[in-house]
C-alpha cells in the first residue's frame, strides 16, 4: 500500500489522502481497481477523524483503492464551495487512473451526514454549470458512478438538519438557496445508482432524510438499496469500537452490519474480480502424495 497526499487549496485546508494498492503479478486480476471516494461528517462545521481514515482503510482491506476528502467547511462552506472542492478531487482521481491501476468508471463516494449531503449534491448537480464552471473541472470528470450516504443530511426544508444548512448558506437567505440544497428536488436519471444506511432513532438528522432521497430516486428509476436499522445514535461511523472514541452508544452490532452490505452492493454494482482463469499446473481431483527415500 502507498499513500499520497494532494493540497487543493493554496493554504492546504482542502486536501485529499489517496490509499492504494501497490500492483503485484500475484493479483493480476486487480490491475485495474474500482474506488472509493470519503467524505467525512462535521455539519459543514468540521470533517470527523472518525468518518475519514478508517472508512478509507476499511474499504482499501475490502479490494478498493480510497481516499479522504478535507473540503471546505466554515467559514469557507457557502455553497457550492465544498461541492466544487469535491468536483475536483473527482478529476484528479480520473486523471490519475491509468497511474493508479484504477478504473475511471466505477469511482463511488461515501458520505457520512453533512458529508452525505455532500456526496448527494455530487451525484444530483454533478452537471450543474455553474457548478462545473466555478469547479473549473472538464465537464463529466467530476460524475459519481455510484453514492454512499450514510444518515445523511438531505433536505433544506421540514426534517432539514439546521446546522448543515445554515453553514452553507453562510449569512444569505436560505429560502433563495432552498431548491439548491434540497437533494431530493435534483435528482434524476442523471442520479448514479445509491446505497442508503440511516437508523429510525438518529436524533441529529431524522429518518426522513433518508426515506426523502430514497423515494426521488424511485420517482426517477434510479436503482438503490435502503437499510433503516430501528437502532443507533448519529454519527456511528463503523459503528464499532475501533469509531466509537470510547463510547457505548457510538457501537450497535446490527447498525455495524451497514459496511458489509454496502461492499457486497458496491461489488454486484461494478462487477467482482474475474477468476474464471485455471491455475497452471493445477490437475483437478489429483493431490499430492509423499514419497519416501
Known amino acids: 500500500m502507498k499513500r499520497e497526499y494532494f493540497a487543493l487549496s493554496e493554504d492546504g485546508r482542502v486536501n485529499l489522502t489517496a490509499y492504494l494498492h501497490n500492483p503485484s503479478p500475484e493479483l493480476a486480476n486487480l490491475s485495474q481497481r474500482p474506488a472509493v471516494l470519503v467524505l467525512p461528517g462535521g455539519g459543514y462545521a468540521f470533517t470527523s477523524d472518525r468518518e475519514a481514515d478508517p472508512i478509507a482503510l476499511a474499504f482499501l482491506a475490502q479490494g478498493f483503492h480510497a481516499f479522504v476528502l478535507r473540503y471546505s467547511i466554515v467559514p469557507y462552506a457557502a455553497f457550492p464551495n465544498s461541492l466544487c472542492d469535491t468536483s475536483r478531487a473527482m478529476e484528479l482521481i480520473r486523471d490519475h487512473a491509468a497511474d493508479w491501476g484504477l478504473d ?5 463516494v461515501c458520505g457520512f451526514s453533512a458529508g452525505g449531503h455532500l456526496t448527494a449534491s455530487l451525484g444530483t448537480l454533478w452537471n450543474d454549470p455553474e457548478v462545473v464552471q466555478q469547479s473549473g473541472v472538464k465537464p463529466g470528470s467530476n460524475q459519481p458512478n455510484a453514492l454512499i450516504l450514510m444518515y445523511p443530511v ?8 439546521v446546522g448543515s444548512i445554515q453553514n452553507l448558506a453562510a449569512g444569505r437567505d436560505v429560502e433563495s438557496l432552498r431548491a439548491r440544497l434540497s437533494c431530493e428536488r435534483n435528482v434524476g436519471p442523471h442520479t448514479p445508482p445509491s446505497f442508503i444506511f440511516h437508523t429510525y432513532m438518529d436524533q441529529v438528522v431524522p429518518v426522513e432524510n433518508a426515506l426523502l432521497f430514497a423515494g426521488a430516486l424511485g420517482q426517477a428509476d434510479v436503482p438503490f438499496e435502503l437499510h433503516i436499522f430501528q437502532n443507533g445514535v448519529h454519527g456511528l461511523s463503523l459503528s464499532n469500537p475501533l ?7 457510538m457501537t450497535d452490532v446490527d447498525a455495524a452490519q451497514w459496511f458489509d452490505l454496502s461492499v457486497n452492493w458496491l461489488w454486484r454494482l461494478f462487477g467482482r474480480p474475474a477468476s474464471e482463469t485455471p491455475m497452471p499446473g ?3 481431483g489429483v493431490r499430492a502424495k509423499l514419497i519416501t527415500p
Do not use: D, L, R
Not at 104 to 108: D, S
Not at 154 to 161: K, L, S, W, Y
Open 282 to 284: 493445477y490437475v483437478p
Open 154 to 161: 438531505i433536505t433544506a426544508g421540514p426534517n432539514a438538519h
Open 104 to 108: 475511471p468508471n466505477k469511482i463511488a
Open 243 to 249: 469509531t466509537s472514541n470510547g463510547f457505548a452508544e
